[in-house]
């Protein structure tokens, strides 16, 4: 769908060149939801205005259904656009606007006769959830509702991919969290690619298929979500996922663990729909082992449900090295951090 190959972008300065986006692949599948999070200065939104060209590459290609954008005349890079809508964390609103005519606005750019243009509006009205708001004016919103109709507006002429520049920094979490799952509910009804910019792991967590982390310009990790928050690589990658997953590191919590002897700490990752109280008690049941539970966590995904379960388990070696493979036999992948 999307493809990205060698993209850099730099700015020269008198002084200095300054390397926004660095050596950059990557590819988007048809229907997915990407993520691409990162710090402030990461180069996260000049990649993403990368996708539509609204900034030139200085290195690299940008294939849109294998079209190379840069290569587009005026008028066929215009067209090419059209099948990529875009939404802002301040909205980009024409305040003198009502809601409808706000959404119609790209319609009359694009000539759409009157007619379509009226049924369209009315489509998207209903689609983002803004039925009985239509007349109002920017204004007259609150900021969950001016970025639904920034979303309406972005979906007016159909396009194939929608990019979403921090389009949640602005809001509170409780409205975030009703973007989010709008966002989600139009991807499973339009199988639209979304694009996603971010600075939150929350956002990743909750609407994402695959995610990439970028430092400096340059993609330092990506992968599908579940296996990033299974197995995050890189430092700020791992500090992301702590935003969420509300776990203490293994070190940090170690630490705090004064075993006696016969003690083990197990890890136990759960990946699907995790039954951890309902594994617990099963091992209780069917081994002699003494178990508590010293903390844990599970994290929603789109892909299913992540979880941790930190144990600590006495007994003989023999008979933990049995409940061990037990585990392993559930599909739970399990490991042995510390013991006496």
């Known amino acids: 769908m999307i493809s990205l190959t060698g993209i850099s972008k730099t700015y020269a300065t008198k002084t200095t060149t300054v390397h926004a986006v660095d050596q950059v692949d990557l590819h988007i599948s048809k229907g997915n ?195 990033v928050f299974r197995r995050p690589k890189e430092a700020m990658t791992k500090e992301f996922v702590k935003q969420v997953a509300h776990v203490q590191s293994d070190e940090l919590m170690l630490d705090d663990v004064t075993l006696s002897e016969g003690e083990q700490i197990f890890a136990l990752t759960f990946i699907g729909n995790p039954a951890e109280d309902q594994l617990v008690t099963e091992l209780i049941r069917s081994f002699p082992i003494d178990i508590s539970i010293l903390q844990g966590n599970i994290s929603k995904l789109q892909q299913g449900s992540y979880g941790k379960l930190y144990l600590r388990v006495a007994g003989e070696q023999e008979t933990i090295v049995a409940a061990l493979e037990w585990i392993r036999s559930k599909q739970v992948e399990v490991e042995v951090l510390k013991h006496a």
């Not at 109002?136 to 919103?141: D, E, G, M, T």
């Open 33 to 227: 939801v990407f993520g691409i999070i990162g710090y402030s200065g990461a180069g996260k939104s000049t990649l993403v205005r990368l996708l539509n060209l609204l900034e030139r590459p200085t290195t690299g290609e940008v294939l849109l259904d294998g079209v190379n954008l840069a290569t587009l005349g005026k008028q066929a890079l215009r067209e090419e656009r059209q099948k990529i809508g875009m939404i802002f964390q301040h909205f980009n609103l024409l305040w003198s606007r009502t809601v409808k005519e706000n959404i119609s606005f790209p319609l009359e750019v694009a000539k759409v006769p009157a007619a379509e243009r009226k049924k369209r509006i009315e489509e998207l009205i209903d689609l983002v959830g803004l039925r009985g708001r239509e007349n109002n004016y920017p204004a007259q919103l609150s900021g969950g509702q001016k970025q639904r109709v920034g979303i309406a507006r972005a979906l007016a002429n159909n396009p194939k991919v929608l990019l979403c520049d921090e389009a949640t920094s602005a809001l509170d979490p409780k409205t975030t969290d009703s973007i989010l799952d709008l966002l989600t509910d139009i991807n499973k009804k339009l199988n639209l690619t979304i694009v996603l910019i971010t600075h939150e792991m929350h956002v990743i967590q909750k609407i994402c298929h695959e995610v990439a982390v970028m430092s400096d310009g340059k993609i330092v990790e990506q992968g599908p979500v579940i296996d």
